[in-house]
Nanobody, 116 residues
Framework: QVQLVESGGGLVQAGGSLRLSCAAS????????MGWYRQAPGSQRKLVAL???????NYADSVKGRFTISRDNAKNTVYLQMNSLKPEDTAVYYC??????????WGRGTQVTVSS
């Protein structure tokens, strides 16, 4: 079992910044990647950013240059620094942890709301 607890969401004005955190606990082994998806009302859940066990990163085109994903292996935590936020970034942000054939675990989500 893997538990993921997100924090750091909230309400911010356009142009502002937020930092999301996702702390993992439990059976944290064979991890291939961790990252963030987001889901806006009426839309599908979409990948925002991921970081692999080898520290490679990948971002959605819509957030490149504004968001930065990082991880602290000692704390089993992944972060998403979000700068220059736009109203279209408003969504529920979900942390995930991929263990390949062992499956993917999800957090409960944290709301990010960007006002114009």
């Amino acid at each position: 079992q893997v538990q993921l607890v997100e924090s750091g969401g909230g309400l911010v004005q356009a142009g502002g910044s937020l930092r999301l955190s996702c702390a993992a606990s439990g059976s944290i082994f064979s991890v291939t990647a961790m990252g963030w998806y987001r889901q806006a009302p009426g839309s599908q859940r979409k990948l925002v950013a991921l970081i692999t066990s080898g520290e490679a990163t990948n971002y959605a085109d819509s957030v490149k240059g504004r968001f930065t994903i990082s991880r602290d292996n000692a704390k089993n935590t992944v972060y998403l620094q979000m700068n220059s936020l736009k109203p279209e970034d408003t969504a529920v942000y979900y942390c995930y942890l991929d263990r390949g054939s062992l499956g993917v675990s999800w957090g409960r989500g944290t709301q990010v709301t960007v006002s114009s």
